[in-house]
């Protein structure tokens, strides 16, 4: 397994500004997930992008994946303060049935009011 | 309609005591695993069964066990807790029968807080 290195380390915002995380890993992939922690919770998928796409949308979420450059971005579009959370990137190796996941420091997002 | 389903949120134990963290699922997942977050550090891998198959982290320490009694729970044993032991415990599954699980994402429990006196 292997994890992502997400940045920055920490982003702050207002309301409704747009949030831009990246992500950059080392070796070829399956596919490539994105989790959100809220404070002292469990984590949250918010959405999988498999090696052989290239952009994926889930209501405010906009995620890229560039393969060659090994590296993935999240855009989150009109935030809100519940927004607020660690985003995490995983990528997952091919290889096995099942994928180990293995997480980094993520990117804390703060949205202010 | 939760789907992973920690008990408890919070439990307090004394040092060296041997507590029990549970896991439940109602998803009919194969996979199962346990994850170890301290404060402001990345959640990390402490092992995970697949199907009954149990399989530790390398770095795992000796004081921590799981059992996987059926599909539906999974259970976190640390024999003897001390005060570098104190964490969130992640409980998360994976898998669809008959899929590969690798194309879906995890689903993770609330979490349970674990404090050592």
């Known amino acids: 397994s292997q994890q992502g290195e997400e940045d920055p380390q920490a982003l702050s915002i207002q309301e409704g500004e747009n949030a831009t995380m990246n992500c950059s890993y080392k070796t070829s992939i399956n596919n490539l997930q994105w989790y959100r922690q809220n404070s002292g919770r469990g984590l949250v998928h918010l959405i999988l992008i498999r090696s052989n796409e290239r952009e994926k949308h889930s209501g405010r979420l906009r995620v890229t994946l560039d393969t060659s450059k090994k590296s993935s971005s999240l855009l989150i579009t009109a935030s809100r303060a519940a927004d607020t959370a660690s985003y995490f990137c995983?990528?997952?190796?091919?290889?096995?049935?099942?994928?180990?996941?293995?997480f980094g420091q993520g990117t804390i997002l703060t949205v202010h009011p | 309609d939760a789907m992973v389903i920690q008990n408890p949120r919070y439990q307090v134990t004394q040092f060296g005591k041997p507590v029990t963290l549970s896991c439940s699922q109602t998803?009919?997942?194969?996979?199962m695993y346990w994850y170890q977050q301290k404060s402001s550090q990345a959640p990390k891998l402490l092992f995970h069964?697949?199907?009954?198959?149990?399989?530790n982290e390398a770095d795992t320490p000796d004081n921590f066990q799981s059992r996987r009694p059926n599909t539906s729970f999974c259970f976190l044993d640390i024999r003897s807790p001390g005060l570098g032991d104190a964490a969130m415990y992640l409980c998360?599954?994976?898998?669809?029968?008959?899929?590969?699980?690798?194309?879906?994402?995890?689903?993770f429990g609330s979490g349970t807080r674990l404090t050592v006196v």
């Open positions: 995983v990528p997952v190796l091919g290889g096995t049935s099942y994928g180990k996941l293995t």
């Open positions: 998803l009919n997942h194969n996979v």
């Open positions: 069964y697949y199907d009954k198959d149990f399989n």
């Open positions: 998360a599954t994976s898998g669809i029968r008959q899929r590969l699980p690798i194309n879906y994402g995890y689903t």
